[in-house]
């Protein structure tokens, strides 16, 4: 027997425990010592039934992904889970925790399920790109029936325990201990000499599904939009098809062959990059995990508008009462009434209680008075993007909030340390840049000033991880890591229509590529205003040399600030979020060619998608190496979360090195002879691409 799984006897029931820390992910080792320990219990005399759980804070939450791409060593899933199955004597699995992927597949093989109230079960294999792979996709339609195992096995969310007992995955609700009450529920069903259930020999469900031939497209088309570009959610569905056209030997033969050929997709590789980057990313050197915090019970913020509104909403989601302090009563009725209609909009979905709603809105006291903000733990500033009026505040905040408080700013753009210069407390001060809207967006960027302390850093990180945010860490710099990336993907949409591509041709090949949306029609979304306001304010330090499209500055002009005055770089119709192209949009941007004296011609896709991504990627090596950004993976993170970058392709700097530094290094250094300065290749990218490496590379290092 290995030790991370152990065998003992409890009466007349004998439990096999699971303790692979963290997560009792089902390794090898894992794999060898349960079938060692089935074998232990079967010889057993005097234990008449056994119970399968985990040690530790969960059941096993699944296959050991860091053994993906490695050839599998015996024994395999599959052949542990039907030995579980066809086990003579009866078994129970007790989960708790997450009994997640494999580690459900294993429980689906025993023949009954016991979990406590707070556990959840799911496959979430196709957040890897993965499915299920040891018989989850023919067991658990044959234990539910199709339709309720389509959703759980392409969506990859994961049901708590009330739900899986409703929907007969779970069997008992153990009240208590769970070991037990499982070997109290595994004598029970001795003593009521109930059948050795066994799933794969269960078809009732399934053959009724052969009635309705329309119910797998139907389902097909349900995901179509959630699922575009993505490989492994058809594939899923596939497999449980195979569930109900085949028999349970030859649909686990076509499960097999479906999960390898998502093993093997680029897709999945890319999403598990992603799946250890968001838990990297949390690692800071220097402030490690055990870095004092400070507690933070209450809080407060400055300015409700389109951010500050959204940012309270997230205290008070989180159960932590906010302060909302505003300069003039109608921004904040206004501010304050956004947020009531935000929350009503969920209840009215379903998603949210009445309750629920009157218990968050409790939390948030909308206020013109500024010594409502002395008590507060920590304050976040959302006013104008100003340094003046930023500066102002923090000098305001600094007389009258308790010395131990925080002072945050959500600036996007303006620099954290000079506004650190206003208070006598600059360690207290940091960057939490949210993403609009800021209730919805899992981001956040949090930057790092030069004097702020690592119990600063520690504190926002643990508020982070409260309000359910995927943070990243950024150092001080013109838009730190997103927003200074994405400036370059602007530019080059900017100049490619001036060049002769269309707004709607761009769009188009960024969408195609997996974004949501794209730069137009993200433009347009997030209000051109913002960046015209911006530019003005840079306008002055602009060198007249470089080239400038002016387009957008004109359509503000014009009072196209986007979507919500129904006209940007697109139109839109009243009360309508589809973009439209607009021939006074063409006639602005022929005319601005025709001013630099550009000769527009047709442009290629393949140039547009270079052109808007490779400024990101060269862009991204700079902040590398300046150490804006602490790895490549974290820069992914913040595109995957924060700008719709699509996970399937792992993030920018990922997906560079799927296409080969060198590659990228030799296509960008083209475009700089072509189109000048704003083209330098990266020297960090240089130099990977002349010594043959990746990002990846650097990760290591
Ligand atoms: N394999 C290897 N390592 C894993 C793992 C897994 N399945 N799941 C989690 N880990 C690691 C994490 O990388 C992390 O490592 P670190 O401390 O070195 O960074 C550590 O375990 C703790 O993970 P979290 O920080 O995510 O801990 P949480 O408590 O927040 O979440 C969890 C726990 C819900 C289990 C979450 O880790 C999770 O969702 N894990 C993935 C579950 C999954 O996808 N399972 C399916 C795997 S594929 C499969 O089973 C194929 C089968 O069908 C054949
Ligand atoms: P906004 O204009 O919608 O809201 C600003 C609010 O601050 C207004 O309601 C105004 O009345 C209030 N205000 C101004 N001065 C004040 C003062 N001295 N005291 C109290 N209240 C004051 O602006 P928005 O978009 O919410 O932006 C706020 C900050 O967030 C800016 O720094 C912006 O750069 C940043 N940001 C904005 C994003 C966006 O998409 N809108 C995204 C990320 C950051």
Same mark, same amino acid.
């Given at each position: 027997?290995?030790?991370?799984?152990?065998?003992?006897?409890?009466?007349?029931?004998?439990?096999?425990?699971?303790?692979?820390?963290?997560?009792?992910?089902?390794?090898?080792?894992?794999?060898?010592?349960?079938?060692?320990?089935?074998?232990?219990?079967?010889?057993?005399?005097?234990?008449?039934?056994?119970?399968?759980?985990?040690?530790?804070?969960?059941?096993?939450?699944?296959?050991?992904?860091?053994?993906?791409?490695?050839?599998?060593?015996?024994?395999?899933?599959?052949?542990?889970?039907?030995?579980?199955?066809?086990?003579?004597?009866?078994?129970?699995?007790?989960?708790?925790?997450?009994?997640?992927?494999?580690?459900?597949?294993?429980?689906?093989?025993?023949?009954?399920?016991?979990?406590?109230?707070?556990?959840?079960?799911?496959?979430?294999?196709?957040?890897?790109?993965?499915?299920?792979?040891?018989?989850?996709?023919?067991?658990?339609?044959?234990?539910?029936?199709?339709?309720?195992?389509?959703?759980?096995?392409?969506?990859?969310?994961?049901?708590?325990?009330?739900?899986?007992?409703?929907?007969?995955?779970?069997?008992?609700?153990?009240?208590?201990?769970?070991?037990?009450?499982?070997?109290?529920?595994?004598?029970?069903?001795?003593?009521?000499?109930?059948?050795?259930?066994?799933?794969?020999?269960?078809?009732?469900?399934?053959?009724?599904?052969?009635?309705?031939?329309?119910?797998?497209?139907?389902?097909?088309?349900?995901?179509?939009?959630?699922?575009?570009?993505?490989?492994?959610?058809?594939?899923?569905?596939?497999?449980?098809?195979?569930?109900?056209?085949?028999?349970?030997?030859?649909?686990?033969?076509?499960?097999?062959?479906?999960?390898?050929?998502?093993?093997?997709?680029?897709?999945?590789?890319?999403?598990?990059?992603?799946?250890?980057?968001?838990?990297?990313?949390?690692?800071?050197?220097?402030?490690?995990?055990?870095?004092?915090?400070?507690?933070?019970?209450?809080?407060?913020?400055?300015?409700?508008?389109?951010?500050?509104?959204?940012?309270?909403?997230?205290?008070?989601?989180?159960?932590?009462?906010?302060?909302?302090?505003?300069?003039?009563?109608?921004?904040?009725?206004?501010?304050?009434?956004?947020?009531?209609?935000?929350?009503?909009?969920?209840?009215?979905?379903?998603?949210?209680?009445?309750?629920?709603?009157?218990?968050?809105?409790?939390?948030?006291?909308?206020?013109?008075?500024?010594?409502?903000?002395?008590?507060?733990?920590?304050?976040?500033?959302?006013?104008?993007?100003?340094?003046?009026?930023?500066?102002?505040?923090?000098?305001?905040?600094?007389?009258?909030?308790?010395?131990?408080?925080?002072?945050?700013?959500?600036?996007?753009?303006?620099?954290?340390?000079?506004?650190?210069?206003?208070?006598?407390?600059?360690?207290?001060?940091?960057?939490?840049?949210?993403?609009?809207?800021?209730?919805?967006?899992?981001?956040?960027?949090?930057?790092?000033?030069?004097?702020?302390?690592?119990?600063?850093?520690?504190?926002?990180?643990?508020?982070?991880?409260?309000?359910?945010?995927?943070?990243?860490?950024?150092?001080?710099? &013109?838009?730190? /890591?997103?927003? *200074?990336?994405?400036?370059?993907?602007?530019? $080059?949409? #900017?100049?490619?229509? %001036? =060049? @002769?591509?269309?707004?709607?041709?761009?769009?188009?090949?960024?969408?195609?590529?997996?974004?949501?949306?794209?730069?137009?029609?993200?433009?347009?979304?997030?209000?051109?205003?913002?960046?015209?306001?911006?530019?003005?304010?840079?306008?002055?330090?602009?060198?007249?040399?470089?080239?400038?499209?002016?387009?957008?500055?004109?359509?503000?002009?014009?009072?196209?600030?986007?979507?919500?005055?129904?006209?940007?770089?697109?139109?839109?119709?009243?009360?309508?979020?589809?973009?439209?192209?607009?021939?006074?949009?063409?006639?602005?941007?022929?005319?601005?060619?025709?001013?630099?004296?550009?000769?527009?011609?047709?442009?290629? &896709?393949?140039? /547009?998608?270079? *052109?808007?991504?490779?400024?990101?990627?060269? $862009?991204? #090596?700079?902040?590398? %190496? =300046? @150490?804006?950004?602490?790895?490549?993976?974290?820069?992914?993170?913040?595109?995957?979360?924060?700008?719709?970058?699509?996970?399937?392709?792992?993030?920018?700097?990922?997906?560079?090195?799927?296409?080969?530094?060198?590659?990228?290094?030799?296509?960008?250094?083209?475009?700089?002879?072509?189109?000048?300065?704003?083209?330098?290749?990266?020297?960090?990218?240089?130099?990977?691409?002349?010594?043959?490496?990746?990002?990846?590379?650097?990760?290591?290092?």
């Amino acid at each position: 027997m290995t030790d991370v799984v152990s065998y003992e006897r409890h009466g007349t029931i004998g439990v096999i425990t699971v303790n692979n820390p963290p997560v009792n992910a089902l390794s090898v080792g894992v794999r060898r010592g349960i079938v060692d320990s089935l074998s232990r219990g079967l010889a057993d005399g005097a234990a008449t039934a056994l119970v399968i759980m985990g040690g530790g804070r969960t059941f096993i939450a699944g296959a050991d992904i860091r053994e993906f791409g490695q050839p599998l060593a015996p024994p395999d899933l599959n052949e542990v889970i039907a030995w579980f199955e066809d086990s003579p004597k009866l078994v129970v699995a007790a989960l708790h925790g997450t009994a997640l992927g494999g580690g459900l597949e294993v429980a689906l093989g025993c023949h009954y399920r016991c979990a406590v109230g707070s556990a959840q079960v799911g496959f979430p294999e196709v957040k890897l790109g993965l499915l299920p792979g040891a018989g989850g996709t023919q067991r658990l339609p044959r234990l539910i029936g199709v339709e309720p195992a389509l959703p759980i096995i392409a969506g990859g969310d994961p049901l708590p325990a009330s739900k899986a007992q409703a929907l007969g995955i779970i069997d008992e609700i153990v009240a208590g201990d769970l070991r037990d009450g499982a070997v109290a529920f595994a004598a029970r069903l001795v003593a009521e000499r109930r059948p050795l259930r066994k799933i794969s020999a269960s078809d009732g469900k399934v053959l009724t599904a052969r009635s309705t031939p329309g119910l797998f497209d139907a389902f097909r088309g349900s995901i179509e939009r959630q699922a575009r570009g993505y490989f492994a959610p058809f594939r899923c569905v596939e497999a449980v098809q195979a569930a109900v056209t085949l028999p349970f030997a030859e649909g686990l033969r076509r499960e097999r062959e479906l999960f390898l050929e998502c093993m093997q997709s680029p897709q999945s590789r890319a999403q598990i990059h992603a799946f250890f980057a968001e838990r990297e990313v949390t690692k800071i050197p220097d402030v490690p995990k055990e870095t004092p915090t400070q507690p933070i019970m209450t809080a407060a913020v400055i300015g409700a508008g389109t951010m500050g509104g959204g940012i309270a909403m997230n205290f008070a989601n989180a159960g932590i009462p906010v302060q909302v302090v505003e300069a003039a009563q109608t921004a904040l009725d206004r501010g304050i009434e956004v947020i009531r209609n935000n929350y009503a909009a969920t209840v009215e979905k379903g998603r949210l209680t009445q309750a629920d709603m009157d218990r968050r809105l409790a939390l948030i006291h909308g206020t013109l008075a500024w010594d409502a903000v002395a008590d507060a733990d920590i304050v976040i500033e959302a006013v104008f993007e100003e340094m003046g009026v930023k500066k102002e505040v923090f000098a305001r905040l600094d007389r009258i909030c308790k010395p131990s408080a925080i002072l945050a700013t959500n600036t996007s753009t303006l620099d954290v340390d000079e506004i650190a210069t206003a208070t006598a407390r600059p360690e207290k001060v940091i960057g939490t840049h949210f993403f609009s809207p800021a209730n919805v967006m899992r981001l956040l960027e949090v930057v790092r000033g030069a004097k702020s302390s690592k119990e600063t850093i520690a504190t926002v990180a643990e508020l982070a991880r409260r309000i359910r945010k995927v943070w990243v860490l950024a150092g001080n710099c &013109d838009g730190f /890591i997103g927003n *200074r990336m994405l400036a370059g993907y602007l530019r $080059e949409a #900017a100049f490619l229509v %001036e =060049e @002769g591509a269309s707004p709607e041709q761009v769009d188009k090949v960024i969408y195609d590529f997996g974004f949501p949306m794209g730069p137009f029609a993200m433009s347009d979304l997030a209000g051109l205003d913002v960046g015209w306001r911006i530019r003005k304010g840079k306008a002055a330090t602009r060198p007249t040399t470089q080239r400038y499209s002016p387009v957008a500055d004109r359509l503000c002009e014009r009072g196209r600030f986007g979507q919500k005055t129904g006209a940007g770089w697109f139109r839109y119709a009243p009360g309508s979020r589809t973009p439209r192209p607009d021939p006074e949009v063409e006639a602005l941007i022929v005319a601005s060619a025709r001013a630099q004296g550009i000769e527009r011609r047709a442009v290629s &896709d393949d140039e /547009i998608l270079e *052109r808007c991504i490779y400024p990101l990627i060269n $862009e991204g #090596a700079r902040i590398l %190496e =300046e @150490g804006i950004a602490l790895r490549p993976s974290d820069i992914d993170i913040i595109y995957i979360y924060g700008y719709g970058f699509p996970p399937y392709r792992g993030g920018p700097m990922y997906y560079a090195d799927t296409l080969g530094l060198k590659r990228v290094y030799d296509d960008i250094a083209a475009y700089h002879r072509a189109h000048g300065e704003f083209w330098q290749p990266a020297p960090l990218l240089t130099r990977l691409a002349e010594e043959g490496k990746g990002f990846r590379d650097l990760a290591r290092a």
